[in-house]
């Protein structure tokens, strides 16, 4: 084995059981080593591949066409802008077509995933019949509109009657996705040190 | 966690149970189940159907992109989904098309992708692009011209690479399988993708970010979705590959319903305590 491949093996084996040391001991000097280690790295990677971004999008092209001078003029001021606090102004119209770019492309990807599809799926499910029993079909009304009256009127100051029973169930609509993220969540974490310990096992030569 | 004002309840032996402990007895689980081996039964839900059904409508010698939108963290997930779908795509000879668009993590993740799975030959089987900077106005970019980055991940000329002679734009383009854990890049791959070309996208999350998929599957905009270690398990069991999905679905299988012990004996414990009519 390489050295390479060798420490490709044993940094991570330690700095995994560094960071869990966490876990089954407490907050300790080991601990902060690897958590102060994984964001050094991640931010020298990030600047790299920043960098190597804007070689490969803008500088590159360049040579074949001329137009590219225009974003490599419009990027600079955005470095510099924010380290000149007098001038950061210079950065402004820059910002606006990053921003003007990104809405505009938000805008069509919202009207079609986030506005029209869900209001035609939703409007058009049929109590009896569908892909759903209809027991689902009547929760997924019940929950479309008080969630919908929940958000509308959630800052009415006195709403009172079947109007706060209904907001009130929308709420718990809400409560119940978010228990339901919470779930997936942990699960995921667990995958994650599940995936940990199946490499210590795979290092000490266990598995 | 309680405070107690009189005789202790039934299960508030485990409210006393330092934190340390609940997480050496689940380390010691999670042991245990890698290394005593044993099949719990997988039933393959409709979405992962779905998925197999859609890699299996790529014709043959097509074009898909593997868009890299996942931390290193979870790899392990998305890698064991990937290995299962490659070994699908494997009879079909297809072109894969590396890149990257939410995540930092892409050269390591594709160099992972490129050395455990036999892609063929690089430049005419496979390319990689690494990350495609510009985030959704990038996957617009790239819609338009699959070569508006003038350089693959090496810095070799598109123009020089035998699999870029055919294909121009998202028209030249079969599939999309997102391994995607982070942000919106599912949704510009549809967006940008699926929506303005019809080209299908496979959505590959891990369980956190599957509400996202479930959405966009219901509402008829990715013919399927394979969410986290249960969807590796269960694509693997249709291509009838078992790995590391397989294995690790026990882990999640043990280690989860240890948990789910601790939280009904907890409740248990305070429901208990309620009853009793003491202050919690």
């Not at chain 2, 907890?266 to 009793?276: M, T, W």
Request: glycine fraction near 8%; aromatic fraction near 12%.
């Amino acid at each position: 084995m390489s050295i390479v491949e060798s420490l490709n093996i044993y940094v991570p084996f330690i700095l995994t059981l560094f960071v869990l040391s966490f876990f089954v001991y407490k907050d300790n000097v080991f601990f902060r080593f690897a958590q102060t280690s994984v964001i050094a790295i991640q931010l020298a990677n990030v600047t790299l591949i920043g960098l190597k971004g804007i070689y490969d999008g803008a500088i590159t092209p360049l040579s074949s066409n001329p137009i590219y001078i225009i974003p490599i003029l419009l990027g600079i001021p955005l470095v510099i802008g924010p380290l000149w606090r007098k001038y950061r102004w210079i950065q402004f119209p820059s910002l606006a077509i990053v921003i003007g770019i990104g809405t505009g492309l938000g805008i069509r990807r919202s009207s079609e995933l986030d506005i029209r599809s869900p209001i035609k799926l939703t409007a058009s499910l049929p109590i009896i019949g569908g892909d759903y029993t209809p027991f689902d079909n009547i929760i997924i009304l019940i929950a479309t509109i008080s969630i919908l009256v929940f958000f509308i009127f959630t800052l009415l100051p006195k709403t009172k009657g079947a109007l706060s029973y209904l907001s009130d169930t929308g709420r718990k609509f809400i409560m119940i996705q978010l228990g339901s993220m919470f779930a997936t969540t942990a699960l995921t974490r667990f995958t994650w040190l599940g995936a940990r310990i199946h490499f210590i096992l795979e290092v000490l030569g266990i598995l | 966690m309680g405070t107690k004002t009189s005789e202790e309840g039934i299960f508030s032996f485990i409210t006393r149970i330092p934190r340390r402990i609940t997480w050496i007895i689940l380390m010691l689980i999670i042991v245990v189940s890698y290394l005593v081996p044993f099949i719990l039964p997988i039933e393959v839900s409709q979405s992962t159907y779905d998925s197999f059904d859609a890699v299996e409508s790529v014709p043959e010698g097509g074009y898909v992109i593997i868009g890299i939108d996942t931390d290193a963290a979870s790899w392990p997930i998305l890698g064991a989904i990937f290995k299962a779908v490659n070994h699908h795509l494997g009879d079909k000879d297809v072109h894969y098309i590396l890149c990257g668009i939410t995540s930092w993590d892409v050269p390591g993740i594709s160099k992972q992708i490129i050395d455990e799975n036999d892609l063929g030959e690089y430049g005419v089987d496979y390319v990689n692009l690494g990350m495609l900077p510009g985030m959704e106005i990038a996957v617009e970019a790239f819609s338009g011209d699959l070569k508006f980055l003038k350089n693959d991940y090496y810095g070799t000329s598109l123009d020089e690479l035998k699999l870029f002679e055919d294909i121009q734009d998202a028209n030249d383009i079969d599939f999309i399988i997102d391994l995607a854990t982070l942000g919106a890049a599912p949704d510009w791959w549809v967006a940008h993708w699926s929506v303005a070309y019809g080209v299908p996208v496979l959505d590959c999350t891990s369980a956190h970010a599957s509400p996202a998929a479930v959405n966009k599957y219901k509402l008829g905009l990715i013919p399927g979705y394979i969410a986290g270690m249960r969807g590796a398990a269960e694509y693997e069991a249709l291509v009838k590959l078992p790995g590391k999905g397989t294995t690790d679905m026990n882990m999640i299988s043990l280690s989860l319903t240890t948990v789910v012990v601790f939280i009904v004996l907890g409740n248990i414990d305070v429901l208990v305590e309620k009853l009793r009519g003491e202050k919690i």
